[in-house]
């Protein structure tokens, strides 16, 4: 499973409802050691675990998917500045040039 937390972008685990008591949620603790965003229910249990932002009302599809989005958003907006290095590509492209000058 670490290679696939690792490629994952946010965990999710919805419930139905508020009754149900899962056991302690494994996987969902196993992915926020990745930094992986999990949204899930609002259930008791849970509201100790995640960031108020990550948590649903039971049923709540469209909430769910603006969740899902929202953190989407959040993760292309920060890839691209760890992927992309303005300073790097411009000193690059000076040396290109000026080499082939010389």
């Known amino acids: 499973m670490p290679n ?6 946010v ?20 992915a926020m050691s990745y930094s992986v965003p999990v949204v899930s229910t609002a259930m008791p249990q849970f509201k100790e675990l ?5 948590l649903i009302g ?5 909430t769910l998917a603006s969740k899902i989005d929202q953190i989407f958003s959040e993760k292309q907006s920060v890839s691209l500045p760890m992927n992309y290095f303005p300073e790097e590509i411009a000193n690059e492209f000076i040396e290109l040039v000026l080499s082939n000058h010389k």
Request: glycine share 0%; hydrophobic share 30%; aromatic share 22%.
């Open 11 to 30: 965990y999710v685990l919805p419930f139905r409802e508020t009754l149900y008591i899962p056991p302690l949620p494994f996987t969902m603790i196993e």
């Open 50 to 54: 995640l960031p108020k932002k990550y």
């Open 4 to 9: 696939e937390y690792k490629k994952s972008w």
């Open 58 to 62: 039971p049923e709540d599809y469209k």
